[in-house]
């Protein structure tokens, strides 16, 4: 099997690079920086510092996605098996998740989830904004 390949196909330059020229180091990792609010003077002009978006000019869909429900019951669920208090009227549960998702229901979880936009800016919805589809 090893003859299928052919040993001579193979080029080699016996050159090794164990060395790197010193002008090619890196010696500064690359920085970040962030500038404060305070600092906007200095900023370009027309440079705008991302933040909150006002309620009316929310851009993102007012639906629950899937993906923070389940980041919301897992969340609510960690907070009530450490001893959160619960929201809603307990008929014999005990599992936490169980409970989590009868506070969904009920629109009684206090969380508001951020949405992050590629600009840099972020919604804030608070649970009882959005729809519930499931």
Same mark, same amino acid.
């Given at each position: 099997?090893?003859?299928?390949?052919?040993?001579?196909?193979?080029?080699?330059?016996?050159?090794?690079?164990?060395?790197?020229?010193?002008?090619?180091?890196?010696?500064?990792?690359?920085?970040?920086?962030?500038?404060?609010?305070?600092?906007?003077?200095?900023?370009?002009?027309?440079?705008?510092?991302?933040?909150?978006?006002?309620?009316?000019?929310?851009?993102?869909?007012?639906?629950?996605?899937?993906?923070?429900?389940?980041?919301?019951?897992?969340?609510?669920?960690?907070?009530? #098996?450490?001893?959160?208090?619960?929201?809603?009227?307990?008929?014999?549960?005990?599992?936490?998740?169980?409970?989590?998702?009868?506070?969904?229901?009920?629109?009684?979880?206090?969380?508001?989830?951020?949405?992050?936009?590629?600009?840099? #800016?972020?919604?804030?919805? #608070?649970?009882?904004?959005?729809?519930?589809?499931?």
């Amino acid at each position: 099997m090893a003859d299928d390949y052919g040993g001579e196909d193979f080029e080699s330059d016996d050159e090794v690079l164990d060395e790197v020229p010193e002008e090619d180091l890196d010696t500064k990792p690359d920085t970040v920086t962030y500038v404060s609010a305070d600092d906007a003077s200095r900023l370009p002009p027309g440079t705008t510092i991302p933040g909150p978006v006002e309620k009316s000019k929310r851009v993102t869909t007012p639906y629950l996605t899937k993906y923070e429900r389940a980041r919301v019951l897992g969340a609510r669920a960690l907070q009530l #098996s450490m001893s959160a208090p619960v929201m809603v009227e307990l008929d014999g549960e005990r599992d936490p998740l169980r409970i989590a998702e009868k506070e969904l229901r009920a629109n009684k979880i206090p969380i508001i989830i951020r949405r992050y936009l590629p600009d840099g #800016s972020f919604e804030d919805w #608070s649970l009882d904004e959005l729809i519930l589809t499931e």
